[in-house]
């Protein structure tokens, strides 16, 4: 009897052993195995900027941001894919010695926005800007040079983003003194915006442009202006 468990125990051993290595060598290879980023989320950081009359001036560095979230689709088996996502986008444009005339001192509104140079006649301001938001979807197409992990190689992206306006502002702060004059109205800007865009990089950092493809302003509603920016998107997830 004893002799037969012995033997039994030899047959039994070696399996064992096999299986505990397979088994180890399977939980190896699962280890291994990199799910592919699928650049979930973009950060953008921008300088912004106009197309504008030479009547504008500008000054500062404008700047943009924008932070969205895009689910994204691959093509087959390619090294393409095409995303979409929802997120909000915001600008500053700072003016030199002017500002933005919404409406009369009786509060009644004039028929377009007027960009006015400050004189002794005007309230003198530090520093004038103009803020705007949008809430906007990001639409791409794109290019990436590492199947299996997004955040290493090569990347690109050609796409479309289309916003709608959520709020504007100007904003005046005096110099010397705390005090800042605001004025919130979307009244004379388009409520739309539509926008090219490009991106080009690697890894999780690509260098990005985009040109908007309709005015800042209504029709007639303000003066002939075109933003656009440049600026750095950093991607992952």
Known sequence: MFKRIALLALLVSPSTVLLAQDVEKGSNKKSVIEKPSRDFVMFQLNYEGWMKPDS???????????????????IKKSNFS??????????????????????????????????????????????????????????????????VNRNRGFKAAVGLRVGTLVGAHTKGRYDGIKIVDKVNTKRYLDPWRFA?????????????????????????????????SIGLCITGL
């Open 56 to 74: 504008i001036k500008t000054t500062g560095i404008g700047r943009s941001v924008n932070a969205y979230i895009c689910y994204d689709f691959p």
């Open 82 to 147: 095409f995303a979409a996502g929802i997120g909000i986008g915001t600008s500053n444009i700072y003016l030199s010695n002017q500002q933005i005339i919404n409406n009369r001192d009786t509060g009644i509104y004039l028929t377009q926005a007027v960009f006015i140079n400050e004189d002794a006649t005007t309230r003198n301001y530090k520093k004038y800007k103009l803020t705007t938001a949008y809430l906007e979807a990001p639409f791409e197409l794109r290019f990436f040079g590492n199947k």
């Open 196 to 228: 090219g865009t490009v991106r080009l990089g690697w890894g999780n950092y690509t260098l990005m442009g985009t040109y908007n493809l309709n005015k800042l302003y209504k029709e007639g509603a303000g003066p002939d202006i075109t933003p656009y």
